[in-house]
């Protein structure tokens, strides 16, 4: 039997084909036999273009339905799908391109006129156009193709997709995500949140990263039920249609941003039986108030790029504010000292795990990925956590300089590098503060030669260069940045140093 993640979701699809997969805002729908030709006819397209086997797709286009069946379309050919954010900016983009060197990349017209216009070594010879609405040349010679194909056969072993998550360096790593790996996290998900027959879901993720994508569509695949699907999220549209489904997923931004309306009361709740939260730390407080607001305990849920959902709270048990529950089916969990021996119960170590869903490795990039395992196959994942007395996981803080804002990942030496070159710019350093909408966000010190650097200039800098959500919700500047014995930065200082005034301009907002 064929491991193609695919083939895998078949085996889950409804009797009855007919049956709605996506249930657009606009009410139209796409069934599960509709699934079946159009990934069909990608995948035929895939191959008349010479795409084979492990030949990556690179994709940076909005949500759409289309944008789902290009995904499932590179599975059923075998092809390795890679989604892009699509806030990155040109030399973001030229990167990625570099390094994962695909046979084809779609992306908005825009986008395609600038790269064919371009000189650069690393532009795919094939580009095709999809707009936000599913139209353009990628859809047009998808329609041409024949809508039977026989899915390729391919091992646990063989990739699937790569994500893209920058690294401590600056330079973004690609994680490589293994057909089976992606198939073992789904069940387990599946399984964890006890998903049934009767279960929609309510889609408003982006479906370029791990939780849009991967959590949520292909939990919803290997249920062969449906869900409504909203090219974003709107607080409105999103609690107009609670009472349609009974699972929502969101990142914290959506569940504060859900409060601020006071039309999210109990009565809307009525029919969710969910609602999970991931991809960045949900404050205590937002906890706490929805819980108060709906009577829903959210369910909260820890995981990352290179191994998809690692643990989460159990629908059945009492949750608890900052607690991220019990590791999923499949996943071998410990916390280590700095010695590499296990620590005791309450705490802190740091946090690695092993199992099904984990990532085969960087892409080309072997040296990082024997860095980031021990030697007995354990994957360092860069977090500080606890064992609670009740075998729940609490996180307490992250032993890397990441920190996520919005749901993405941000990594500061990326943002450092840039306001480092910039004339008149001696050092800086960058840290994420709490934040009541993002999660977190970024704060930039800069120490100058001269104390009147302009802000604004900084700012349009980074907004050149890097995705807006990278860039720093502030900008101040120091005498100097507080360093160790070793000539560390101690950025736990300056948490510390500008947590009042962080406040205080939160405030005034």
Not at 62 to 74: D, N, Q, R
Not at 127 to 154: K, M
Not at 405 to 412: A, H
């Amino acid at each position: 039997m064929s491991s193609n993640l695919y083939a895998v979701f078949q085996q889950h699809f409804p009797k009855d084909l007919s049956n709605p997969f996506i249930i657009e805002s606009s009410g139209a729908a796409l069934s599960y036999a509709d699934v079946e030709s159009r990934s069909a006819q990608v995948a035929n397209l895939l191959q008349s273009l010479g795409i084979r086997p492990g030949d990556r797709v690179a994709a940076q286009i909005e949500k759409s339905v289309a944008a789902l069946i290009l995904y499932l379309g590179c599975l059923r050919a075998g092809a390795v799908y890679l989604p892009l954010n699509t806030a990155y900016t040109d030399e973001e983009l030229l990167y990625f391109l570099t390094d994962a060197k695909p046979a084809l990349f779609v992306c908005d017209a825009t986008r395609e006129k600038k790269l064919s216009a371009s000189t650069h070594k690393c532009v795919p010879s094939n580009c095709l156009n999809l707009d936000e609405h599913g139209e353009g040349s990628f859809a047009q010679h998808a329609l041409a193709h024949d809508t039977r194909f026989e899915t390729v056969a391919l091992e646990p072993a063989d990739p699937a997709a790569i994500l893209y998550s920058s690294g401590t360096t600056g330079k973004p790593k690609g994680a490589t995500l293994s057909h089976g790996a992606l198939a073992a996290n789904a069940a387990a998900l599946h399984s964890a949140w006890q998903f049934s027959p009767d279960d929609v879901l309510l889609h408003a993720l982006p479906i370029f990263h791990t939780h849009g994508l991967f959590v949520a569509t292909n939990t919803v695949l290997m249920n062969g039920t449906s869900m409504i699907f909203h090219a974003g999220f709107d607080c409105d549209a999103v609690i107009a249609d609670l009472p349609n489904a009974t699972v929502f997923m969101g990142v914290p931004t959506y569940y504060t941003r859900l409060l601020t309306s006071a039309a999210l009361t109990q009565d809307a709740c009525t029919s969710i039986r969910l609602f999970i939260s991931g991809s960045a730390p949900l404050l205590d407080e937002t906890f706490s108030a929805f819980t108060a607001r709906t009577g829903h305990t959210i369910v909260e849920r820890y995981g990352m790029t290179e191994a998809g959902i690692i643990t989460s709270a159990n629908p059945d048990k009492p949750r608890r504010a900052g607690t991220v529950g019990w590791p999923l089916d499949g996943v071998t969990l410990r916390i280590m000292n700095d010695d590499e021996e296990p620590v005791g119960e309450s705490e802190t170590g740091g946090l690695q795990i092993k199992g099904s869903s984990l990532f085969s490795g960087y892409w080309n990039n072997p040296e990082k990925t024997a860095e980031e395992f021990t030697s007995d196959g354990f994957f360092r994942t860069g977090d500080i956590a606890r064992h609670d007395p009740d075998g729940q996981i609490t996180l307490v803080g992250r032993a890397k300089d990441m920190y996520i804002s919005g749901g993405f990942n941000v990594f500061p030496k990326e943002i450092e590098q840039i306001v480092d070159a910039i004339e008149g710019v001696e050092e800086c350093a960058v840290v994420g503060l709490p934040h009541p909408d993002f999660g977190e966000a970024g704060l930039a010190i800069i120490v100058a030669e001269n104390r009147m650097l302009d802000e604004a200039a900084i700012r349009l800098t980074l907004k050149e260069t890097l995705a807006n959500y990278k860039v720093p919700k502030r900008i101040v500047q120091a005498d100097s940045l507080p360093r160790n014995a070793m000539g560390k930065v101690q950025k736990n200082l300056l948490r510390e140093t500008y947590g009042d005034e962080w406040r205080e301009w939160l405030q005034e907002q």
